[in-house]
């Protein structure tokens, strides 16, 4: 009879059994799936390629080592300490290099994605904790920012055209956020490895436009006709609210979903909050509707003026004459009355600019954001704010300033008008 090994040799285990190619790499000691055999085919090939794990106590697990991986440590505020003093510098010197130097020292923003996990989950009290780390974070940026624009009011030559860029809208810009928002969300949950690359593109969306906002309040003016501040914060703003968008999609497509009913009421608000967002502070409306405008619109000829003018109109009276036959001495008397002047929108940057109730950045409300190329009728009001002149423009039966560097008069043709009137 033969006897067993004292040692018997361990089977070695399959291809199928050790690992499936497709599968993320998760953190040691964790199993994404169970025991799969009880699964049809296609079932068991779609469960292989779920990341959150089928089991609640597997799902709970890895949302806590993602959790504890996600929240920062001392060295995250310190680097968004020194990320906010170089690109501060950066503006100052107008160097592109510098700008590039800033945002490699941005942290690493883990925080980002604890927010959107919270946020599919539902966790409110985790959601709290991650946003406010990215405003301490912001903070510090914008008040190192604010920092070096004080320290720009000792030099009025200052170009600032870094800082003009990064402080308006720009579609580059936002697909730049997007991507990173994405590609952060999907690294720091299939791996451990720190996804440095995105976090850079996430960062050069939400940073550089806070610095710009503080640089802007530092200096207390506009720069080139652009107002820094709190433009700035508006652009950040819009940049955030779609890398929580891009992001979110991403881990619910990735799976990750509330464990109760309760939980969606938090992915729901903040969905709708982050649209509503990027509808008011983007203007699609109003970019539609004045794209189907303009599109129906014939645009003269820009020229390089604005000069409201007037045109005498001439009124003739007549007196009597002491003879028997009445005659007319007509007397001419001059009466001046404005012509109405027209001109075209043509923002050098942003496509276009805002119509507001009151002259002066961040002076009275939006009404309306005018793209550029629309026929706009310009009145004679002027006012100076800051050492800027405000137009007051007339579009679609609204009236409304703007700054007079972004409009382009149209070419004119007076016109006389005479009116005779016989006295006997």
């Known amino acids: 009879m033969d006897l067993p090994e004292e040692n018997p040799k361990p089977e070695e285990p399959t291809p199928s059994e050790e690992s499936f190619p497709e599968e993320p790499v998760l953190p040691e000691g964790f199993t994404p799936i169970g025991d799969l055999s009880h699964l049809p085919r296609a079932r068991r090939r779609r469960a292989r390629r779920m990341l959150v794990p089928l089991a609640a106590n597997e799902r709970a697990a890895m949302l806590d080592n993602l959790a504890r991986r996600a929240f920062p440590s001392f060295e995250f505020f310190l680097f968004a300490f020194l990320c906010g003093v170089i690109l501060g510098a950066a503006y100052l010197l107008n160097a592109p290099a510098l700008l590039l130097v800033g945002v490699l020292l941005a942290p690493l923003l883990t925080p980002f994605v604890g927010m959107l996990l919270a946020t599919v989950t539902g966790s409110w009290r985790f959601f709290f904790l991650t946003l406010g ?6 903070a510090l940026v914008f008040l190192t920012g604010a920092l070096a ?14 800082v003009r860029i990064h402080a308006q809208l720009w579609w580059p810009d936002l697909l730049v956020t997007a991507l990173g928002a994405a590609l952060l969300a999907i690294s720091f949950v299939r791996s451990e490895q720190k996804p440095i690359l995105a976090s850079v593109m996430l960062a050069y969306g939400v940073f550089l436009p806070i610095s710009a906002a503080g640089i802007g309040l530092g200096v207390g003016r506009d720069v080139s006709g652009v107002t820094l501040w709190p433009n700035g914060l508006l652009v950040s703003l819009v940049h955030l609210t779609l890398a929580i968008l891009a992001g979110g999609i991403i881990l619910m497509a990735m799976h ?24 008011v502070l983007t203007g699609l409306v109003s970019l539609i509707r004045d794209g189907i405008t303009s599109a129906r619109t014939i645009v003269p000829t820009p020229t390089s003026l604005i000069v409201p003018t007037a045109t005498p109109i001439f009124i003739r009276t007549a007196t009597p004459s002491p003879t028997s036959m009445p005659s007319a001495t007509y007397t001419i008397t001059p009466t001046l009355m404005p012509t109405p002047a027209y001109a075209i929108m043509a923002a050098s940057t942003g496509g276009g600019a805002l119509l507001r109730t009151e002259p002066g950045s961040g002076s009275g409300t939006v009404i309306m954001v005018i793209s550029n190329g629309i026929l706009v009728e310009v009145l004679p009001e002027t006012q100076l704010v800051l050492s800027t002149t405000w137009v007051k423009i007339r579009v679609n039966n609204v009236e409304g300033w703007v700054m007079q560097t972004v409009l382009a008069v149209t070419t004119q043709v007076p016109i006389s008008t005479a009116v005779f009137t016989a006295t006997p």
Do not use: C, E, H, M
């Open 256 to 279: 990750f979903k509330p464990s109760r009913a309760s939980g969606y009421i938090l992915p729901v608000f903040i969905g709708l909050l982050s649209v509503a967002t990027l509808v």
């Open 149 to 162: 624009g004080f320290a720009g009011r000792l030099w009025d030559n200052l170009p600032f055209n870094y």
């Open 133 to 138: 780390v990215l405003l301490v974070a912001g």
